[in-house]
Nanobody, 123 residues
């Protein structure tokens, strides 16, 4: 069982930045894929970025060059640095993980999920 707790969401103007954090606890295997998934009202979940235990990263085309996913293994913490935010980035952002696998792409198919943190970008 893995527990994930996100923080760092908020309201910013377009062009601004936010950094999301996700602290993981419980059983964390040496192999995993962790990622950020967002969901806007009335829209399907969208994988935003993913990183595996080797540090290989994947990004959705919509955020490439603006968002950076990273991890601090010593702190069991996942980050998402979001720069040049746009109104279309407004969504609930979830941290999620799938144990014993690598990240084959940017996905929303994970077993364990956090409760989410809201990001609102105004124009």
């Amino acid at each position: 069982q893995v527990e994930l707790v996100e923080s760092g969401g908020g309201s910013v103007q377009a062009g601004g930045s936010l950094r999301l954090s996700c602290v993981a606890s419980g059983y964390i295997p040496w192999a995993y894929c962790m990622g950020w998934v967002r969901q806007a009202p009335g829209k399907e979940r969208e994988g935003v970025a993913a990183i595996d235990n080797t540090g290989i990263t994947k990004y959705a085309d919509s955020v490439k060059g603006r968002f950076t996913i990273s991890q601090d293994k010593a702190k069991n913490t996942l980050y998402l640095q979001m720069n040049s935010l746009k109104p279309e980035d407004t969504a609930m952002y979830y941290c999620a993980t799938e144990p014993w696998t690598t990240c084959t792409g940017v996905t929303s198919a994970y077993t364990y999920w956090g409760q989410g943190t809201q990001v609102t970008v105004s124009s």
